[in-house]
C-alpha cells in the first residue's frame, strides 16, 4: 500500500527503514535492470505538473528530477536561476512557493538556507520535495545512495563504510549515515585531515574516526580493507580559510588496495578528489549512482502522487 501519497519528502530521518526499502523496491519499477522498458510508465502521472525551483546550482538532482517527471508523462514548470523570477523584484520565498504552487502538483525545491523544504512545505498545499538544503539535508541523494548499495553489495547491512573527505560538512555523508544506521551490523569510518571530523550528531557507538594525514589514504584504506569506499568533495564554501591543505585524492593506486569486492561511491559532482583514470574500474559505480537517482526520483514523484 503507498502510504507516501500528499507526504512532503524533506528529510531522510522522517523516514523508517521500512519505508526506505518500500521506496527502493518501488523504484525498480522504473530501472530497466530489473524491470524490461514498460511504455506504461508514460501514463503514471499524464495531466500532472512538476514545478521544479532551484535557488542553486545543480546538475545531476535538477536534470533527473525534469526526466523523471517527463518519463512519467508529466509536465514541467519552473526555473533555475531566481533572478529571473519576481524575487528579483522583491517578491518573498513564501510567496514564491504560493505561486507556483498554484500551477502545479508537486514541488521540488533547491534552495541554500537550510529549513527552506520545511518551510516551503508549511506553506504548500502540495507535496514538496526537498532537492538539497544547504548544508542540511538531501534526502532523494540519500536514498539513490542507499539504492546503488542495495542494488551492488546485496544489501544494506553488515557493511563497512569508509567516509573519506570531510565528514564534519559534507552532507551526504550524514545522509548516508542515518539511513545506514536504521540497518544493522554496519561500522562507519570517517576517513578525514584533522579539523574535518563527523560533527556529534551523526554519530553512535558504530562510528570511529581515522584522522590522518590524506598523504597515508592508500594505506589507510588497505588496513581498514571497507566494502564501500563513500568519497566527496571537500565543500570549500563552508571551510573558512585556506581549503586547498585538505586536498587528497583516490587513485588507481588507492584502487589497488582495496577488497576486491569493494565499492567507490561519489555523489559527484567532483572536482579532483577521485582521478578520472578509475572511472574504467568495476569498483567505481558513481556514474552509475548518478543514473540510479532517476529511478528514484521516478518513484518518489509517483508515490507523492498517489499514481502507484
Ligand atoms: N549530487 C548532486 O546533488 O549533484 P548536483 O548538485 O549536480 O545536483
Redo the contacts with the bound molecule.
Keep these: 500500500m503507498n502510504k507516501f501519497k500528499g507526504r512532503d519528502i524533506i528529510d531522510i530521518n522522517d523516514f523508517t527503514k521500512e519505508d526506505l526499502l518500500f521506496i527502493l523496491k518501488t523504484a525498480r519499477r522504473f530501472d530497466p535492470d530489473y524491470v524490461k522498458k514498460d511504455r506504461s510508465n508514460y501514463e503514471i502521472a499524464q495531466g500532472k505538473i512538476a514545478a521544479v525551483l532551484f535557488f542553486e546550482?545543480?546538475?545531476?538532482?535538477?536534470?533527473?528530477f525534469s526526466s523523471a517527471a517527463q518519463k512519467i508523462g508529466m509536465g514541467l514548470i519552473g526555473f533555475n536561476d531566481p533572478e529571473l523570477t519576481s524575487i528579483h523584484k522583491g517578491e518573498s520565498f513564501a510567496d514564491t512557493i504560493r505561486i507556483m504552487m498554484a500551477y502545479a502538483d508537486v514541488m521540488v525545491i533547491?534552495h541554500p538556507e537550510p529549513g527552506s523544504a520545511r518551510k516551503a512545505a508549511e506553506v504548500a498545499d502540495i507535496p514538496v520535495i526537498n532537492?538539497?538544503d544547504g548544508p542540511n539535508s538531501?534526502p532523494t541523494?540519500t536514498m539513490l545512495d542507499m539504492y546503488t548499495i542495495l542494488k551492488v553489495c546485496k544489501r544494506l547491512d553488515n557493511l563497512k563504510i569508509a567516509f573519506v573527505g570531510d565528514p564534519l560538512h559534507y552532507r551526504?555523508f550524514h545522509g548516508q549515515f542515518s539511513a545506514l544506521s536504521k540497518f544493522s551490523g554496519n561500522k562507519f569510518y570517517g576517513v578525514s585531515p584533522k579539523g574535518l571530523e563527523m560533527p556529534e550528531e551523526f554519530r553512535n557507538s558504530s562510528y570511529h574516526d581515522v584522522v590522518i594525514d590524506m598523504k597515508n589514504l592508500d594505506k589507510t584504506l588497505t588496513e581498514l580493507k571497507p566494502d564501500i569506499v563513500s568519497v566527496g568533495r571537500i565543500p570549500k564554501e563552508y571551510i573558512k580559510g585556506d581549503a586547498t591543505k585538505y586536498d587528497f585524492q583516490v587513485t588507481v593506486n588507492t584502487i589497488k588496495g582495496l577488497p576486491r569486492h569493494a565499492i567507490v561511491m561519489h555523489?559527484?559532482?567532483r572536482v579532483n578528489e577521485l582521478d578520472p583514470k578509475i572511472d574504467v574500474s568495476p569498483k567505481a559505480v558513481y556514474f552509475k549512482q548518478?543514473r540510479n537517482?532517476l529511478y528514484i526520483r521516478e518513484a518518489l514523484l509517483a508515490l507523492v502522487l498517489g499514481r502507484i
Design positions: 546550482p545543480s546538475t545531476r538532482t535538477q536534470q533527473s533547491r532537492a538539497g538531501h541523494q551526504a555523489p559527484l559532482p548518478a537517482g
